[in-house]
């Protein structure tokens, strides 16, 4: 489930968001999943991928990570040096609730909260 807040206006940030998408290339595919037998964009891919991009448009990203009652919580927030921001949660089952199993819940969550705000897709 992921819930969407803004700031009163997000005019500015709009702007800029396009701006930014229209420059971003796809991450590429680079890391292994061998339970599932395929490959994947990883955490440091996207970040790379869409750091620069989102910088040079005076926007930034924060992720603020959670666990509570066997559930990984991500809240992805975007802001704009206007001071305008839009934020969105995303929460998943953890299943093995050991600190490998929730740190990989929660990576796995900020890899597709990011790449969904930035529009993008692994290729």
């Not at 396009?18 to 595919?29: L, T, W, Y």
């Not at 680079?30 to 869409?50: C, G, M, R, W």
């Not at 929730?102 to 890899?111: F, I, K, P």
């Amino acid at each position: 489930m992921s819930n969407l807040t803004t700031s009163p206006e997000i005019g500015e940030l709009a702007a800029a968001l396009a701006k930014a998408q229209g420059e971003m290339e796809n991450a590429s595919k680079n890391s292994q999943n061998p339970h599932f037998k395929s490959k994947y964009a990883d955490l440091a891919e996207i970040l790379n991928t869409v750091r620069p991009v989102l910088s040079k448009h005076g926007l930034a990203v924060t992720q603020f990570p959670a666990f509570e009652s066997g559930t990984a919580h991500v809240e992805t927030i975007l802001t704009h040096a206007s001071g305008e921001w839009m934020s969105g949660t995303c929460s998943a089952p953890v299943q093995k609730s050991d600190p490998q199993g929730v740190g990989s819940a929660l990576t796995y969550l900020r890899r597709y909260s990011l790449a969904a705000v930035c529009g993008l897709a692994q290729e």
